[in-house]
């Protein structure tokens, strides 16, 4: 195998994580982390290439920044509230599954020294939060197990990182002594906590003053804060040689604890910037992993299944083995944590289908996969890590084998269809839970994103028509053609094949009436000698082209494609309209006189259909937006330069103006009214606020 410089790996791996994500689109039923994993093991096969790996800089690189963003979106409320429950799942748990379970591998898996099998244990003992809290949501596991395991999967990194710790230097050193290491344990994970809030309050101390002398640049700002994870890790480990990874955890709480501290801050879009910025990086960071993963599979594989000790069988056997060992103890966990409460609580009930359910969404993740890279090739005596490729195989197929599981068993358990996400996946979905409505909330029964921002489209559409005047109705026309294309977007994503199907159906009907209406516009000019032969059979192959053309869309609707090809159709529809206007094969005078009188008679003809037909028969969204193309179509020919460039363009600024102000209202209407959940106003708000930042950057740079 060839090893890829950096410069080249990092974008090779970038853009694999890319692609991972647009397969996700549309594989959606598999999990993002799988499919990365995959392209991996595809370039490692194909293209023979192989990732060099530094323990140090790897730890630094993943870990840090990874725990100090689950840091951050602690969910407070819930760890308070189960604190004892869960610092016993996030510490207690993940020992027992080290020691017991590294135990139950060594008895299973012989081949794998003891020392070997409790560090391949701890560092398959923590699990992905985002992908626990994802899979607890959808299954509707009973309240108290919901906030239990994800909090415990907030937490459990450090510690799980901490034991893998001991046990691979208990490994490479030949050494390990209980007392030693429970005194060094106690040592690194106090310090650990103590000097992560002390070097965070520090770097906040700073902050703070180089704001108060006037260094607030967004900018500056935004990288102080992603420097952050990477310089506390670096500090504890060499300063205090403590736990950076208790440290960088501790960071994150004091750095999500003191930000909410302020009602109203000073800087609120350094907030919406950093957001995104650490959703970039987690993204990214997360998807590189299983990528690694992936390209390092094929090494692992090969030497595990060449070597003539284990055979191929065996090999996929000892990762089902694992895997079943660490399931059985968790769900044996949660079971005892409900018999717990149960005596504590005479109410309550005993679900054995909840602990199975919260064992299987157990998903192991990035920081499982991050740690077992950052196993060491080499004993401190030179001797090569015992039985490393084989650790290495059996984590990574532990990590497949529980996202396969819990993909394919729970929503057959839970009898819900659902895809859950992984840390990373998807920034846009990934939220703290902490705004999740209760069951009297739901029966409200919440507009969904997207229909709620197809009915802030449809206000602002009206918002522009009510402002639409004589000297601004092109710039009008083309604002609210250009919301109807964004609501036909959504309605592409947000309904299934066969309702599309339907609407594809109605408007191409409505099409053939618009069409119909033009024809008889072109026959009446011919009769009324307005136009010759030769013009009417030359207009009327326009019209022929058009129609054919959509003709050949409706007969693809077979395809798997040919309905996602309709927003398309939408904006190819709108370009034949410019292109029409544009068309100086006739007379240039006759030629627009033609244009008004079919594009009038198209107007006429939808305009009849809609007092002709009954209310739940005709989809109004779609004929309206015909007319407003048509109506369009007769201002650009009445008025091709009736406006400057700069008067048109703050005709559209003011209008968007308009249309932004009143979906802004209408959205604190929808919270007051309970339609939409808190989330989604909140999602909807960023969607107006960025859009009005867009506006007012593009007029910058049309003033510079």
Known sequence: MSTVPILEAVILLV?????SNVCSHYIKKIPVSLIQIFLGLLVALFFKVQIPLETDWFLLLFIAPLLFNDGRKFSKRELWKLRGPIFANAIVLVFVTAILGGYLIYLFVPRIPLPVSIALAAILSPTDPVAVQSIAKRAKLDENI???VSGESLINDASGLIGFKYAVAAVTTGYFSLVNATGDFLYTAAVGLIAGVAVMILIQFVRDFLRNQGINDVIFNVAYKIMTPFVVYLVVEELFHASGVIAVVSAGIVSNTSSRNQVIDEMPELLLVTEKTWDIIVYLLNGIVFVILGIELPIAMTD???SSDISNWNAFLDVLIVWLILLVIRISWIIIYECFQKIKHHDRTISLKSGFLAGI????GAITMAGVL?????????NAFPERSLMLFIAAGVIIVSMVAAAVMLPLISRADFSFLTRG???DQDDDGDDEPDEDEQKNQYLTDSEARYFLMQLAVQAVEEQRREDNQQAAYDLMLNYQLLMRKLQLHSQSDEVLQEYLQQEIELRQIAFDGERDALIKMLEKKFITTDEYYESLKHVDNLETRLSHEFNARNRWWSVKKLFIWWHGFVRMFKWWVGYQAIDPVKQKRIDIETAKAAINALSKHVSNS????INRQAIYHLIVSYRNRIERIKHPKRYTQDAYQ???????SDALAAQRNVIIQLVEQRKISKNTAQRLRSYVNYSENEMIMLMDFEAD
Request: proline residues 5%; neutral net charge; charged residues 15%.
């Open 361 to 364: 969404s157990g998903v192991r």
């Open 15 to 19: 853009v694999l994580v890319l692609l």
């Open 304 to 306: 595990s299944i060449k």
């Open 374 to 382: 950052s196993v060491p090739l080499l004993l401190k005596n030179g």
């Open 425 to 427: 996946s998807d920034p």
């Open 146 to 148: 919901l906030h239990l």
């Open 650 to 656: 703050q005709q559209i600024n003011v209008l968007q």
């Open 614 to 617: 009954e209310d739940g028969q």
